[in-house]
């Protein structure tokens, strides 16, 4: 009975204005059992955090705009539209140790079984302390913190961060090392997710790409849009064409 008035986002998911995650999250669960499945057994959650998005580096704390809008705080003077730092003294704030909290509690009330760029991409230490807490319990992917770059992944996994890493090929630049990247993390016992970027097109390849690395996991948006759908239906044609084997 609920209505929303909701545009599409630029990976052709639907993007309304919510209050916080977790409003987002009980969306998403009610959807879910009114097409008729089971939350946590026939459909779990991935969560995309982006949270270099919300880093405020001079003050080393997450500012959540939309929860302060939410909560009827207003921007100061003069401030600008749409950056975390618009907001007043006031404003929501989350230091990485909240951070980590709040995924914590998301994790126990709905099924998430994954979460990329949890936290700030060269906060290593809070990415070491977010793999401790949860690394056992939820895949933990490095989008921002990795960027498809072996010297990156070579560091976290020497230091024990994270347990996945999100690829893309023009995030690196070539074919070449991004099967470097997808070695590299497969051999430390980290998954491979290969993923879509913002401004795609139809080309279906990282479809093709996903089967091939047995990656098991492949991110390219809601399939509300086209140049997102020609990846599911490359995937259909390939499993199609493996018949048994896929």
């Known amino acids: ?49 982006a949270a270099s998005e919300l880093y405020d580096e001079e003050a080393g704390v997450y500012i959540f705009p939309g929860e302060s809008r939410a909560a009827g705080k207003e921007p100061e003077e003069g401030a600008g539209e749409g950056s975390a730092k618009d907001y007043c003294k006031d404003s929501v704030k989350r230091s990485a140790d909240e951070m980590i909290a709040l995924y914590e509690e998301l994790i126990e009330e709905f099924p998430i079984v994954s979460i990329e760029d949890g936290l700030f991409e060269d906060d290593w230490e809070g990415w070491k302390y977010l793999t401790e807490h949860l690394g056992k319990k939820i895949q933990l992917v490095g ?85 997102r759908v020609a990846k599911y239906n490359q995937l259909l044609r390939i499993e199609e064409e493996l018949d048994s084997a896929a």
């Open 143 to 227: 989008d921002d913190l990795f960027v498809t770059n072996i010297k990156r992944l070579h560091c976290g996994i020497g230091l024990d961060v994270a347990n996945a890493i999100l690829i893309k090929v023009n995030q690196i630049g070539t074919l070449t090392e991004t099967l470097d990247a997808v070695e590299m993390a497969q051999h430390a016992g980290y998954r491979a997710v290969i993923s879509h970027r913002s401004g795609e097109t139809e080309d279906s390849f990282i479809a093709d790409l996903a089967v091939a690395c047995g990656a098991g996991q492949i991110k390219t948006g809601a399939p509300s849009r086209t140049e």
């Open 1 to 49: 009975k609920d209505q929303m008035v909701s545009a599409v986002g630029d990976e052709g998911g639907f993007a309304p204005d919510l209050k916080n995650s977790r409003e987002a999250l009980e969306y998403l669960m009610k959807a879910v059992e009114l097409a008729g499945y089971d939350p946590g057994k026939d459909v779990v959650f991935a969560m995309d955090a």
